[in-house]
């Protein structure tokens, strides 16, 4: 179930995630990092089962400080 929109969500195919590479997976475990195929979902969305009520809060990311702009030198 998606804890954001309430609505269950049937997944297909789940991998655990090693650089580039991908390994299919039956389970995974809390902390792990891993994709959904066939879900739609966005970044930030909690996913548990039925009988599990669980999500993330949201994180404060403050406004910067300063910014800047480089640009590349000009070839004349």
């Known amino acids: 179930m998606n804890?954001?929109?309430?609505k269950?969500?049937?997944v297909s195919r789940m991998v655990r995630m090693?650089?580039?590479?991908?390994e299919d997976v039956n389970e995974v475990g809390a902390g792990d990092i891993f994709a959904l195929f066939g879900?739609?979902?966005a970044?930030?969305?909690?996913?548990?089962d039925l009988n599990t009520n669980l999500s993330m809060t949201s994180m404060h990311v403050?406004?910067?400080?300063m910014s800047l702009t480089i640009k590349p030198?000009?070839?004349?």
């Open 39 to 41: 879900v739609d979902c």
């Open 62 to 65: 403050p406004e910067p400080v």
């Open 18 to 22: 090693h650089s580039a590479d991908m």
């Open 43 to 48: 970044s930030g969305e909690t996913f548990c």
């Open 73 to 76: 030198k000009k070839n004349d």
């Open 8 to 10: 269950k969500a049937k």
């Open 3 to 6: 804890t954001s929109t309430g």
